[in-house]
């Protein structure tokens, strides 16, 4: 059984990953109109929260009350929180406005293609692509040998990988991470609201993700245009 559950990350590269995670995100859900009133209105319930982190949603295993597709943000809103947190860090650098609130970025992933409903997530290629259509320099890969290059390059970094390499059941997850000058930073690792220290290499803060056992699938590169 232990193979079975390595199959997928070992065996099944990272581009045909993100093809049929594509694939499977390009149907929009019919939910997204009600689940943007609804969570226009439960947003207002992590606002404290997020001033305490300094804009940043760090907690997602508390927004079980946030409707994502057909299921919650506390299930599968990582992808989005992620690009929430680079989209803050972007407007605090620039001394610009966040060019959209939490619940309509929501709404507009809905509206885009989410995977079976949201019970997957978001496609790293949708992320991608929404990102370019702000004007913002994006570079994508797949492949694992280019991800510390790309982590140098950019200040601001989408990163998408397995949990356990191990064992496709503990699933995926995307993070935003800050590249300040060579120190690294990571948001909403873990979900519970702890913001884990700071590390001094991409190299270094990926062997400290869930104890060396990640492995990535993708990284996002964004530069302000």
């Not at 001394?95 to 949201?118: A, N, Q, R, T, V």
């Not at 300040?180 to 979900?191: A, I, M, R």
Request: proline content about 3%.
């Amino acid at each position: 059984m232990e193979k079975l559950w390595s199959f997928i990350p070992h065996k099944i590269h990272n581009s045909h990953m993100i093809r049929i995670l594509d694939m499977f995100c390009k149907v929009p859900s019919m939910a997204s109109g009600r689940n943007l009133l609804h969570n226009q209105s439960a947003f207002g319930n992590h606002q404290k929260t997020i001033a305490r982190n300094k804009g940043y949603i760090e907690d997602q295993n508390h927004y079980r009350d946030l409707r994502f597709g057909r299921t919650s943000v506390r299930f599968s809103g990582c992808e989005v929180i992620a690009v929430y947190n680079a989209l803050v860090d972007l407007s605090q650098d620039f001394s610009s406005d966040i060019p959209f609130s939490f619940p309509e970025l929501l709404h507009i992933f809905e509206k885009k293609g989410i995977i079976f409903s949201g019970i997957f997530g978001t496609s790293p290629k949708m992320l991608e692509r929404f990102l370019k259509s702000l004007g913002l320099g994006v570079t994508m890969s797949v492949h694992e040998k280019d991800f510390e290059r790309i982590a140098n390059d950019h200040d601001y970094l989408l990163y998408t990988f397995y949990n356990d390499k191990n064992d496709i059941r503990a699933q995926i997850h995307t993070v935003y991470i800050s590249n300040k000058k060579g120190t690294y930073t990571v948001h909403n690792l873990y979900g519970n609201g702890e913001r884990p220290d700071s590390c001094s290499s991409f190299h270094q803060l990926c062997s400290r993700i869930n104890h060396g056992k990640s492995k990535g699938i993708s990284m996002i590169g964004i530069l302000k245009d």
